[in-house]
């Protein structure tokens, strides 16, 4: 089993890209999980879970537990080690100094060196108030730990590759506003499953956000945008961040193709695609009637529905019966809010 540390205000959709890198992901605690496997160097491309790690076990929000906890384990390793200990919502009232002083002596007493700045091990512990909520998929049966809150103890095995800041859209080649932050498309990209071997399709691609980030995690990407300025834009962004030797963290990146095109008769075979993600045009935003934008974005997912087995759909108003008239099934529906004014609907389908 492996312990997985969420990011972000929203744990169901955190959960949700995370299956994208594990298997079994269950929500044990305020941004923690469990999962029965992961995959590390898909771990390294999330954006929602800055950690996985092999887990000891859980118990009760308290020192006391965890020290138990650990004092009561087989331990398989050793060398050098570093204990790091979070109040993950800073919720319990843990004491997390305390808390890594007397896991570190317990570790100690069976013959580990402390190194804080290099270790061999690095042991986590990780204390947060229980979760319950029964409509998240992604919440385990057995539930709380007690009712003090959960304490998760595991051994890090991967961690993100926190390099987001290094693509903000003002920041980009080519820019306009209301382009996504690359931490949400990198998630949406995810949640498609991007990935070495995957082809992803953005069929309103934009200025190509979403595009990188599927293609910094392996995937090959093809984008179609009505208007030539975007494309030539897309083609810029996608240039820089995918053709560009080295500094590349998590894999060697995906191929990249953009066209111009329209979203509702792509240039595409059926099933041509493994994945289609697209940010609807927002209707505040637009310059296109309401009638007009109804039948594109409806299009759009007719013909998604026609090259891919499954799409993410990121918009400002839930789009799901014009998802389930095209033919898709809804596995998820998230509500992530932005600011007083904007809240972004993201449906992912099947």
Known sequence: MYLLELGGEDDAFAACEAASAATGVERIGDGLAVA????????????????ASELVGRTDATVDSAVALLEAAPIDRQGTV???SRDVRGDTGVSTSDAERALGQVLVDRGFAVDLDDPDHELRALFAPTVDDEDDPHVGSDGAAGEAGVCAVGWLTAESARDFGDRKPTDKPFFQPGSMDPLLARAVANVAGAAAGRRVLDPMCGTG?????????????????AQSKMV?????????????EGNHPITDPGDWHVCRGDATRLPLVDDAVDAV??????GRQSKIETHALDDLVAGALTESRRVAGRAVVVADRDWTGAARRAGWTVEHAFERRVHRSLTRYVLVLD
């Open 232 to 244: 030539r834009g897309a083609t810029e962004n996608l240039g820089h961040f995918l053709d560009g």
């Open 82 to 84: 570093a204990v790091r």
């Open 36 to 51: 029965h496997s992961v995959l590390p160097e898909r771990v390294r491309g999330l954006a929602y879970t800055h950690r």
């Open 209 to 225: 956000g979403v595009l990188v980030e599927a293609g910094l995690v392996g995937a090959d990407v093809v984008g179609v945008d």
């Open 277 to 282: 993600v697209f940010d609807a045009p927002y």
